[in-house]
């Protein structure tokens, strides 16, 4: 039995406290309604590669500050700040009343149920318990093995990431805390061999500390040299649709990209998602079952209350192939008329609070997946998600993965493809779902971008699929 | 905060160190169609210190790093134990010694903005852009940020200097045929109003014909013209190649006074800052010409390792003007993309690719809005690649509009 930690709150924040619940009274008493999220946040970067080794505090993961929320005429508007030394409680109401001046009336209600919350997550080994040195003997170690893997290895990218935040949320009849770390472990090996040079990725995360390190050293950088070395070989892919079966991250690509981007419920109130006139219709096959949850797993982007300080939830999106409906942040939820599901997330303090997935994924079946493979004539066997792009317009997928691996007549060939463009329509997709493996992975190595920016931690997983593609 | 800072970073017995610190204020602007939906403000400072460990271990000398950030809200004893973390962490950063970064003086006086009247006045050259039939603006979202950066280093680098900058994105949609959209980001330094209002106006006649556009339509054959910051990213690959780091790293081959690989019309370093995060003199450069690679892009350390003069990071790629004029670039059978999902280049073997939201596909009779068609090429591989004479300008890229790249 290994013994887990739980994490302990922030000194800063429950320094603050007091100043930010009598900012959130005063304020209320102003306008009516607001609320403040404190943030204390840090996290490192490790990486260990032919440049040599770097540890920092990664700017992406590190921050400190609060962002005071108030509605005025229906309207939303923030403030956010570094520091409440020297905060002028008139001058913030003076940039609040400007920015205001030229809005019209709204209608935009907060939810502000009474809620009292103190929680954190836990960790078996702590990376700062541990010390940098640690970290980076370790990370060395798997390097100097994948250069020993095979003389074509070129160079291996070994890298950990860990980021520990505390949020306080305050509001009239709010009062949450809560403490969070996750870490991830990946590796990238390259292989050169000729002119030619090919990368292949292995990512774990867990919601916890270092101890994730363990599974990237039983197989992760084993896996990704011999896939970098498989592709030394591989040639673009013939165009066409296949039946394919889809690795557990690559499923988790497609659900992340390709379905979760499209039930952002913000997207409905802009008219910009085609899923809007689907809820309640069949979107998929019969087998396909798909929840977005910070608190019904335990992975990267598992949390307690999100930055609007509404309670996380388990959101069943599609529930035997019917799409039941999205994942919505306050101001979208107040607009069509719902509950917020817990899915308001911030990039940090001072960054806008948009609707973004948290661990999005496919509930498993019941094949095994050498039956999935053996159910092929001729079709692949995809890869190493690499990267997508939301189409929630049109829902359209663009999907890219690292390998396709040629199966015929029910068995791998030892036939490699890369790169693996995955396009098509959503729905086609999901309703040509014909098996799913009886066990799942998610995988949180990443973050996600609303467009181009504002990037939070994710995950994304589920089983195996076999499905019908569009590949080129 | 840097004096104090400067106290506590000798009371820790660190001798070798760069603060960075960035002051910012910003308005953000989310319009949802036309109207205002939410504001924000914003006053920030960021606060980062890269500590430096020189040590010997033999006949080697080191000089490891850690950047560490620190807050004002922090006691000084938490920015003394962070400290402390990170210079014992540099001591773990076994890179070979480089030079640290010349002196340099300029401290420029900081200027104030009003913010809210700047953003709103990009927001109504949008609004008044909107104005092409049967298109609008879907959303939109204006961030206008004033920053002030400074940058100390102990051997005399001494900067700091203000930046007033306006980006944002925006959603513009047609329902016509089909119901389309696309998206756009910008960026803009200053106040450059007519510019969002051009960008806006073409964004809205575009998307009227990625509504009437065909789907899915053969376009097997032809060449391929790509546009603005698509011709960008393919120019980049050469600041791939000449990137000090990945020539120490073996990562790039490249020469000076070689050939690159592609084919490149002269290309310039541009400055968007005056200084680098270490302090260097940002200037303009020339990085290729006659497509021969004229000199590296790297920080103190990699410079240093090849022997290169350091030259900061740049964003900003100029390049020559091409000789093909618009009417013959297009005199052939091509497929034009003027919109991509998601641009896609793979530096390590100069794959391009992506679908294609908006393209004008042209077979030698008529031309056709086309969308939903994916393109891929090798940049690297290209036989016949041709630039414009016509130019394009953003926040990254000044040079020829187009790049017909030839599909042999």
């Known amino acids: 039995m290994i013994e887990k930690n739980k994490l302990t709150h922030s000194e800063y924040i429950s320094s603050v406290r007091p100043r930010a619940r009598a900012l959130v009274d005063e304020l209320t008493r102003r306008y009516g309604y607001a609320s403040i999220l404190c943030v204390d946040a840090r996290g490192k970067n490790y990486r260990v590669d032919r440049s040599g080794v770097s540890v920092c505090d990664e700017p992406l993961y590190c921050s400190r500050g609060s962002v005071l929320r108030v509605v005025v005429r229906g309207n939303l508007l923030e403030y956010a700040f570094d520091s409440f030394d020297g905060l002028d409680i008139e001058a913030v109401c003076e940039r609040i009343d400007r920015l205001s001046a030229h809005m019209s009336d709204g209608d935009f ?291 890219v993965a690292g390998i396709a691996r040629e199966i015929r007549d029910g068995a791998l060939t030892g036939r490699v493809y890369s790169p693996v463009v995955m396009s098509g329509y959503v729905p086609d997709l999901l309703n040509s779902i014909s098996m799913m493996s009886d066990t799942g992975s998610l995988f949180g190595c990443g973050f996600c971008g609303k467009g181009h920016k504002e990037w939070v931690k994710v995950s994304d997983g589920g089983p195996a699929i076999k499905a019908r593609i569009k590949l080129s | 905060m840097i004096e104090r800072l400067k106290r506590i970073i000798s009371e820790v017995g660190i001798s070798d160190y760069l603060i960075r610190e960035v002051q910012t204020e910003r308005v953000e602007l989310y319009y949802v169609r036309r109207e205002l939906d939410t504001s924000r403000s914003v006053c920030t400072q960021d606060l980062s210190v890269c500590v430096y460990r020189s040590y010997r271990d033999g006949e080697e000398c080191y000089r490891g790093s850690c950047d560490v950030i620190v807050y004002s809200s922090m006691s000084d004893s938490e920015i003394e134990s962070r400290l402390r973390e990170g210079y014992a962490a540099a001591l773990h950063v076994r890179a070979r010694e480089y030079p640290h970064a010349p002196a340099v003086s300029d401290v420029r006086e900081d200027e104030q903005y009003d913010l809210l009247r700047i953003a709103e006045g990009y927001a109504g050259a949008m609004l008044s852009a909107d104005t092409v039939e049967d298109s609008f603006i879907n959303s939109a979202e204006i961030f206008t940020e004033h920053t002030y950066t400074r940058i100390i280093s102990p051997f005399g680098v001494d900067v700091g200097y203000p930046s007033l900058q306006t980006s944002g994105e925006l959603v513009v949609q047609c329902k016509g045929e089909e119901d389309a959209e696309l998206f756009d980001y910008f960026r803009y330094e200053g106040e450059c109003y007519d510019l969002l209002a051009q960008r806006t106006q073409q964004k809205l006649t575009q998307v009227r014909d990625r509504a009437r556009a065909l789907r899915d339509i053969s376009v097997e054959g032809v060449d391929l013209v790509l546009e603005g910051e698509c011709v960008r990213e393919l120019l980049g690959y050469a600041m791939f190649l000449s990137s000090a780091k990945n020539i120490h790293t073996g990562y790039s081959s490249a020469k000076v006074g070689e050939v690159l690989r592609g084919i490149y019309p002269s290309l310039t370093l541009i400055p968007t800052v005056p200084y680098s995060r270490e302090g260097i003199p940002m200037i303009e450069r020339a990085l290729v010409r006659d497509g021969r690679m004229l000199g590296a892009i790297g920080d103190m350390r990699f410079a240093s390792y090849i022997g290169a003069e350091p030259t900061g990071e740049y964003t900003r790629l100029g390049a020559e003007s091409g000789t093909a004029s618009t009417e013959q670039l297009f005199s052939s059978p091509c497929l034009h993309v003027v919109a991509f999902s998601d641009f896609q280049f793979d530096e390590l073997d100069g794959y391009f690719g992506g679908e294609v939201r908006l393209g004008y596909y042209y077979d030698g009779e008529c031309v056709r809005a086309v969308t939903g068609v994916s393109v891929s090429g090798n940049f690297r591989e290209a036989g016949r690649v041709e630039y414009s004479a016509e130019r394009y300008s953003d926040y990254t890229y000044d040079g020829p509009r187009y790049v017909r790249i030839g599909n042999d």
């Open chain 1, 109 to 399: 209600v907060p939810s502000d149920e009474q809620c009292s919350l103190c929680e954190s997550t836990e960790y078996e080994i702590s990376p700062q318990q541990v010390g940098d040195e640690w970290i980076l003997s370790r990370l060395s170690e798997q390097r100097t093995r994948a250069l020993s893997e095979d003389e074509r290895v070129f160079d291996a990218l070994l890298r950990l990431s860990w980021q520990k935040y505390t949020k306080l949320f305050l509001s009239p009849h709010r009062d949450m805390t809560e403490s969070v770390m996750w870490t991830t472990a990946t590796v990238l090996t390259f292989v050169r061999e000729g002119d030619r040079m090919k990368d292949s990725y292995q990512g774990y995360s867990n919601l916890g500390g270092v101890e994730v390190l363990d599974r990237l050293a039983e197989e992760g950088v084993a896996h990704s040299v011999k896939n970098a070395i498989d592709l030394l070989s591989s040639t673009p892919i013939p165009a066409g649709e296949y039946d394919c079966i889809c690795s557990p991250d690559v499923t988790g690509l497609i659900v992340h990209e390709a379905f979760g981007h499209g039930v952002e419920m913000d997207m409905f109130v802009r008219d910009r998602a085609l899923a809007r006139e689907y809820v309640g219709k069949r979107v998929a096959s019969e087998l396909v079952s798909m929840h977005d949850t910070a608190c019904g797993v335990s992975e990267a982007a598992s949390y307690f209350f999100d930055d609007e300080g509404n309670l996380s939830g388990d959101t069943l999106i599609i529930d035997h192939g019917i799409l039941r409906g999205g994942i919505a942040d306050e101001q979208a939820a107040s607009r069509l008329g719902l509950e917020p599901t817990g899915n308001g997330r911030r990039e940090s303090y001072s960054h806008k609070a948009y609707t973004r997935m948290t661990n999005t994924y496919f509930e498993p079946g019941c094949d095994k997946l050498e039956d999935m493979i053996a159910s092929i004539d001729h079709g692949f066997y995809i890869e190493e998600a690499r990267c997508g792009m939301e189409d929630p317009k049109n829902w359209g997928i663009q999907c």
